[in-house]
């Protein structure tokens, strides 16, 4: 498959503010999919993860990315997976496709499931460009009417959060900017307090699991590696830790957030506020370079935290489900 009639068929996903922040974002875009590219046909691949998830479906083509053809012509690739590691939740992921992000094009993907029928997927996994927290959709947008009946059902499951590091810098700052300090830590360090701060929020919220994990040792070591893993403290005192780490990804380039959580005393002050500021002044960025990251839906202190730096909802990672299966629970 060649990179010019991938990106052709992903051009009408990019979000536009992605092309407006990246001129580069064609190239971007197509360095991004291309590994998940490589692997279609990849029958070693397929048997790897074939045998580490263990479940009765033989052929490792059936577990490796494939392109599909679909009815009208065009084509989908994509691959099974399954939410969160857990073999009771498989789902369609579609990586690329010439069907369009709008109801039409949905209900054209719906055939995959049938490619995908030994897994018993709940359903298909899209990167819709926008925010798609709502079922209610300006005028002329089709997606909506997916939603409301004669279509697949179509839920948000993590929104992709960005803003341009320069934009995030000049943004009125947090009052309590100055009393927030970043001090570098080490990745065993930073995740077991990580881990501690979780413990203490999952017991007031017990949802939060579905939202958030806490970062492990292993999963920190890039930023540390790149001077971007840190202990907050306020006035002093030790509040939270937050990190980040060179990840160019949906057409972007730039930074992916990967930890900020702060503790009790220290959480609603406006505090996750000053500590993402500090953060994107601690960042090496260049002038197109963004910091993103995933937020779910209804993790609305996240978002609010986001949306209070200047980032934006840019695209959403969706769940689409035709009618006839179950879909994600």
């Known amino acids: 498959m060649r990179n010019t009639d991938v990106l052709e068929a992903l051009a009408a996903w990019v979000p536009p503010v992605v092309r407006q922040w990246n001129p580069r974002w064609e190239a971007d875009v197509a360095d991004w999919v291309e590994p998940d ?22 052929d490792p083509l059936a577990w490796a990315n494939r392109r599909v053809e679909l009815s009208d012509g065009g084509w989908a690739v994509a691959g ?50 926008g925010d798609r927290r709502s079922h209610v959709r300006p005028p002329g947008d089709r997606l909506g009417a997916a939603a409301g009946g004669g279509g697949p059902d179509v839920r948000p499951d993590q929104l992709v959060v960005a803003g341009r590091v320069q934009d995030m810098r000049v943004h009125p700052r947090s009052a309590r900017s100055a009393d927030v300090e970043l001090v570098p830590t080490t990745p ?3 995740a077991e307090h990580a881990a501690t701060l979780y413990a203490g929020i999952r017991r007031a919220r017990p949802e939060l699991d579905e939202w958030a994990a806490p970062s492990d040792a292993d999963g920190l070591e890039s930023a540390a590696d790149e001077g971007l893993l840190f202990a907050v403290t306020v006035d002093g005192v030790p509040a939270g830790i937050v990190a980040a780490e060179r990840d160019d990804a949906y057409g972007m380039t730039g930074f992916a957030v990967q930890e900020i959580v702060l503790d009790d ?5 406006g ?56 879909g994600m629970p």
Not at 42 to 54: I, K, L, N, S, Y
Not at 96 to 113: N, V
Request: one cysteine or more.
């Open 37 to 58: 590219l490589s692997l279609v046909g990849d029958a070693a691949w397929g048997a790897t993860v074939r045998d580490a998830v263990q479940l009765p479906v033989a």
């Open 188 to 190: 065993d360090a930073a």
């Open 80 to 129: 099974i997976r399954f939410r969160g590691r857990d073999v009771t939740k498989p789902f369609v992921d579609v990586i690329a496709t010439t069907a369009t992000p709008d109801a039409d094009g949905l209900g054209r993907l719906a055939a995959l499931m049938e490619h995908y029928a030994a897994f018993a997927p709940l359903c298909l996994r899209v990167h819709l460009p």
């Open 265 to 269: 005393a220290h959480r609603g002050q």
């Open 271 to 326: 505090l996750g506020t000053a500590t993402m500021q500090r953060l994107a002044d601690a960042l090496p960025a260049a002038p197109d370079d963004v910091l993103w990251g995933h937020i779910h839906p209804d993790n609305a202190a996240s978002l609010a935290n986001a949306e209070s730096t200047g980032r934006q909802v840019v695209s959403t990672l969706t769940w689409v489900t035709p009618e006839g299966h179950p």
